[in-house]
């Protein structure tokens, strides 16, 4: 067996050769994080189709590098390919809620067990009031993304970076169903007294609680998204 200096000289020497990475493979990222912030805020609505020359253009990239987004953006079922019709923001049906929200009852319950620092019940219950502060100027995409950096704070308790970065690409996929309902004030407004009386309980000490909280919370929302998905 090679000594330990004999391995890290091999080592050295094998991410030596490594070719450069290209840059496009790192702007095509860019521009799939543009395209997924767009997705994720509901300015690019689901059943929109991205045309490549329009966003090579737009992002001064190329059509290559654009191409390059959608293959990541279709990775994470955010955009959808259509034979020789062109690329399309995905529309969740019914199947596509029942998966989000079996993750979400696997990941989000981690994530309530987790919170033990002070310091992240206060960042949950900041976004508790930006997401009240929103409700009162009626912006409710604001309530919506308040609603969504909530869980993802949720999630981030886990101090897992894997179950984050898989949690970030549900939540935008989530954002897609969200979309189906038109009236947002009556998709997200319940929700806003939820996230405190979850939080409440969480800051109690009552794991139990609210970890029945949770489920019931997640039951209520897939029910609503199902009956839109249903019923457009």
Known sequence: MPS?????HRTDA????????????????????VLRGQISEG?????????????????EVSRNTVREAFRLLAHERLVEH??????????????????????RRLVEPLGV??????????????VVRRGQFAATAA???????????????????????????MFEGLLAE????FLRLPDRQALHEPFLARNVRLLDLIEAGNLDAALAELDDYLTAAETQLLAAATTN
């Open 14 to 33: 094998a991410l030596a050769a490594l070719p450069a990475l290209p840059r496009r493979a790192s702007t095509a990222e860019a521009v799939a994080g």
């Open 82 to 103: 259509a034979l020789h019709r062109g690329v399309f923001v995905r529309t969740v049906g019914p199947d596509g809620i029942r998966e989000m929200y079996r993750t």
């Open 43 to 59: 300015r690019i609505l689901p059943g929109a189709q991205l045309r490549e020359e329009h966003l090579a253009a737009a992002l």
């Open 4 to 8: 330990a200096p004999d391995r890290a």
């Open 139 to 165: 912006d409710w995409e604001g309530v919506g993304t308040a609603d969504i950096d909530f869980h993802r704070l949720l999630v981030g308790a886990s101090d897992s970076v894997h179950l984050s970065s």
């Open 113 to 126: 067990r987790g919170i033990t620092d002070p310091d992240r019940v206060a960042a949950l219950r900041e």
């Open 174 to 177: 989530l954002r897609l169903a």
